[in-house]
């Protein structure tokens, strides 16, 4: 009787849906079910249903959540990098065969902040997918810019919103970041003095929070040195002016986060708003690419 052989069967491929991706980035982003069912426009049993699914097809689990937190598990940190990185080469490739049909004169906002995060290369990357796009940058303050966007002067503008404020219309969540102190390593506040600010020139949001948090808790401040741009409360910070609010994901490697001992900050929203003026497709196609990038990473070597 002849010799039977049998070839092994290769195990069966997984597939990972971007839907499901594109909804647990969202929870990831906002850490909220609920929060991301309103993002997505979907039932909140959708969003725990296309979580439930996509740790099913992986055999992980990616979040825990309890009645007030959602937090990424190590798994989950990993998933919403290759969830970015598919919804990032799936948006490339529908724009490597559209993006000729996308043109005309986009006018992108952002503050100065988030402008030292990846963004640039973001850009440069969405310039050469999209070449009939005229992409014009304005760099400004938080406040500036919403008043340019609302005037018609912007179509799209990235920037920060406290949770109290109410939502605008056409706002797109990038990512919630809780802010902290800064200061230079070696800092010592004494209880009894007022605390150092260095802030922003009035009206600026990172101001009025860090005012309203000390004024809370009963701390006198010192205003010791008001600023323009992002790059002079870094190097007023260095230089032991005082302290400042930063976002925990853009505070230079070089600056420390002072310990407990000063009222704790919120969180904030970083928010993309696109103008009513603006090209629909145009706008959508930056938002996408700036979803895709992932949360900011702080800056470096800053002068």
Not at 234 to 255: N, Y
């Amino acid at each position: 009787m002849g010799r039977v052989t049998t070839t092994p069967t290769a195990p069966a491929r997984r597939t990972l849906d971007s839907d499901q991706l594109r909804t647990f980035l969202t929870v990831a982003q906002a850490l909220s079910f609920t929060r991301a069912a309103e993002l997505l426009g979907v039932g909140q049993s959708t969003v725990s249903q296309h979580v439930r699914k996509l740790e099913t097809s992986v055999g992980r689990t990616l979040l825990t959540r309890d009645t007030h937190t959602v937090r990424l598990t190590p798994d989950g940190e990993a998933m919403a990098g290759f969830a970015r990185d598919i919804l990032a080469a799936q948006e490339q490739a529908v724009g490597y065969f559209t993006g000729d049909a996308l043109r005309g004169r986009l006018r992108f906002g952002v503050t100065d902040d988030l402008a030292l995060t990846p963004l640039p290369r973001i850009l440069r990357q969405f310039r050469q997918l999209y070449p009939r796009i005229d992409l014009e940058l304005t760099v400004g303050q938080n406040e500036t810019l919403q008043r340019r966007l609302a005037a018609g002067h912007l179509d799209v503008a990235y920037v920060k919103r406290s949770l109290d404020e109410p939502e605008l219309p056409g706002s797109t969540l990038v990512r919630r970041v809780p802010l902290v102190w800064g200061a230079a390593e070696g800092t010592v506040l004494q209880p009894d003095q007022p605390v150092p600010l260095v802030v922003y020139q009035a009206p600026s949001l990172s101001r009025s929070l860090a005012v309203r948090a000390m004024e809370q808790a009963g701390r006198d401040v010192r205003i010791t040195c008001t600023v323009k741009g992002v790059n002079g409360v870094i190097a007023a910070v260095r230089a032991g002016l005082g302290i400042a609010v930063f976002s925990r994901t853009l505070m230079p490697e070089d600056l420390v986060e002072l310990p407990t001992g000063l009222p704790e900050l919120p969180q904030i929203d970083l928010v993309l708003l696109t103008g009513p003026r603006a090209s629909a497709q145009s706008a959508s196609a930056l938002v996408t690419a700036i979803l895709g990038s992932g949360e900011p990473r702080p800056p470096r070597g800053l002068g």
